[in-house]
């Protein structure tokens, strides 16, 4: 099965890819970001281009990546089951709990799978929400909005330590190890420029992120 082929998916977790409205300023920075990935300077593609708006910017990438990790996962869904990882963890020394501080207020404990439907859902509603992502050209970005932004990218960057420490040998025998590489270095050069996750968070995968940072 490949990652960009047909294959059994939970189409609850994948989802359609979410794009930038047309004409809006977000579509005309998907095209820039669209040019520079294709010259293959991750290092260049994400940084912010002169003269544009930082919110917008992290605005327009955030679906971006949403879209990535979205795939990535989808890809792996009829291995990623609540009997094979019923809870979501990265290697034997960390284990998320999920809440979102409106329905579910405590962290609760519940399966990989689980975990990551969770999560999509929320981070669809913050991108549906024209109150915090704006659509319109020129509408102003709420005062929370990068701490949201923050918190959807802490939270992706868990469906990366999952996938890397619980299902590499599934990607590696799917043969986009090389695919996954890449979405996961720009994804880290992407939240190193604008300081999106603390240090902390990024323990669980923290030699591989080193090696990225040095290269």
């Known amino acids: 099965m490949s990652l960009f082929g047909l294959g059994t998916r939970n189409q609850k977790t994948f989802r359609p890819k979410k794009s930038a409205p047309s004409g809006s300023k977000g579509a005309q920075l998907k095209k820039h970001i669209d040019a520079t990935l294709g010259s293959g300077n991750l290092r ?57 501080g409106v329905t579910i207020k405590k962290p609760i404990e519940v399966s990989a799978p689980k975990y990551v439907e969770y999560l999509m859902d929320w981070i ?17 970005f709420p005062p929370n909005f990068q701490d949201v932004v923050k918190t959807i990218f802490k939270r992706l960057f868990r469906v990366y330590a999952h996938i890397y420490h619980t299902h590499f040998q599934k990607i590696v025998s799917l043969k986009e190890e090389a695919h996954l590489n890449t979405c996961f270095k720009h994804f880290v050069l992407f939240t190193w420029e604008f300081r999106l996750i603390d240090k902390g968070e990024l323990a ?12």
């Not at 990535?68 to 034997?92: D, H, I, K, R, W």
């Not at 913050?126 to 102003?140: R, V, W, Y």
Request: aromatic share 12%.
């Open 204 to 215: 669980p995968l923290y030699e591989l992120v080193e090696s990225i940072l040095q290269l």
């Open 124 to 140: 669809e509603s913050q991108l549906d929400d024209e109150s915090m992502f704006p659509q319109k050209l020129g509408a102003p």
């Open 44 to 100: 260049e593609a994400v940084r912010l281009p002169p003269g544009e708006d930082l919110n917008e910017w992290l605005a327009v990438n955030t679906v971006d990546f949403f879209n990535q990790v979205n795939l990535l996962y989808g890809t792996l869904t009829e291995f990623c089951t609540a009997s094979t990882c019923p809870a979501m963890t990265a290697g034997s020394k960390y284990e998320y709990r999920w809440a979102d």
